[in-house]
């Protein structure tokens, strides 16, 4: 509903591919930099690792959100028919795009659920092989509902939306992506109020309720803007479920587009500045990476500038070389 193959002109929608494209690429460079990061500096942690896991889905989510917005830009320039290899493709990114985002979801959970067990129960350790089986069976759960729609697309008639068994499909997928979602923030939520009550509580141990308190409001940060996008994006597909004009309305497509298109790249953008605001080692990190940017576009300056000035003293003194200090060229051409 918010991806059209037909040539209709980029101008109708520049608005919309300029929008999801600028989220998008962001999300890709700030993702890109938060998991080089995590993967240098903190990766035997079981926090670093969790972090890492998000990381990963939030930089699927960018990828694909702006590999949708370069095949759309496509679609709306040249036009494409059913069937081809172009629409296979956009199909698959959607399919990806979803699942990263549910994915996404699913992660943020995961990391609110295990700080609010550290903090509860202390002595009790979570090992990285506890998630494991969890993340795997979620991730395995979401790809073969994608490819299952994916795969009735393929093998209804041209007029898809038509098909009964594609749109059964569709309604079944939508109601548990709702469902699954709405589970995904209530836990969040009440994960993340249990683990602000526990540390707030805390006063035994100053040196661990600093730590804990730091390591509990990130988790809070991201579980928060998790839960603002997520929520919104929420209420809005629940209300287009209701919608018998959707599609019709102008205001409604970009509203839909914005739904789908802008708050689910979104939360996968905003995340890395979390990790930026809060830990200091990723400020010097950072520090470090646009410092080396800015030497290597110095060095090239400074070599190009370079090249110039000794052409142009090759080129002076080939000259010099060739009047002589003395002027005699010029008697000669004179004479």
């Known amino acids: 509903a918010v991806v059209s193959t037909q040539s209709t002109g980029y101008q109708e929608v520049w608005h919309e591919l300029v929008i999801s494209g600028a989220v998008a690429v962001a999300g890709v460079l700030f993702n890109t930099l938060s998991f080089v990061y995590f993967v240098k500096r903190d990766f035997e ?9 998000l990381n990963v889905f939030d930089l699927c989510v960018c990828t694909s959100s702006a590999l949708i917005v370069v095949l759309e830009l496509l679609f709306r320039m040249w036009g494409s028919q059913e069937g081809t290899a172009l629409v296979k493709a956009m199909d698959l990114l959607l399919g990806t795009y979803v699942a990263a985002g549910e994915s996404t979801a699913f992660s943020t959970c995961l990391l609110s659920v295990v700080r609010c067990w550290c903090l509860c129960f202390p002595f009790k ?37 038509n ?54 409001v990130t988790v809070f940060l991201v579980a928060s803007n998790f839960c603002l996008f997520t929520t919104t994006f929420l209420v809005l597909f629940c209300v287009f479920q209701n919608v018998p004009t959707r599609g019709q309305s102008t205001g409604i497509k970009f509203l839909e587009f914005m739904t789908f298109r802008v708050l689910l790249p979104m939360n996968s953008a905003t995340n890395p500045l979390i990790y930026l605001i809060r830990k200091q080692e990723m400020r010097e990190f950072v520090g470090e990476c646009l410092t080396v940017v800015y030497d290597l576009v110095s060095c090239r300056r400074h070599r190009r500038l370079s090249s110039r000035s000794s052409s142009s003293g090759e080129m002076m003194t080939q000259f010099t070389k060739g009047t002589g200090n003395d002027g005699s060229a010029s008697d000669k051409l004179v004479d």
Not at 45 to 53: D, H
Not at 171 to 200: E, G, H, M, P
Request: glycine share 2%; hydrophobic share 50%; with cysteine.
């Open 45 to 53: 942690l079981l926090g670093s690792k969790l972090l890492i896991l």
């Open 163 to 216: 098909c009964e068994l594609y749109q059964n499909y569709v309604r079944v997928r939508d109601y548990l992506t709702i469902t699954f979602i709405a589970t995904i923030i209530i836990i969040v939520i009440f994960s993340n109020v249990v683990s602000i009550k526990k540390v707030r509580a805390a006063k035994a141990c100053k040196d661990l309720v600093k730590v804990a308190r730091r390591a509990a």
């Open 125 to 161: 350790r979570v090992n990285s092989s506890h998630l494991v089986v969890p993340t795997v069976v979620q991730v395995l759960y979401v790809l073969s509902r994608e490819i299952g729609l994916v795969t009735v697309k393929w093998t209804c008639p041209p007029e898809y939306w």
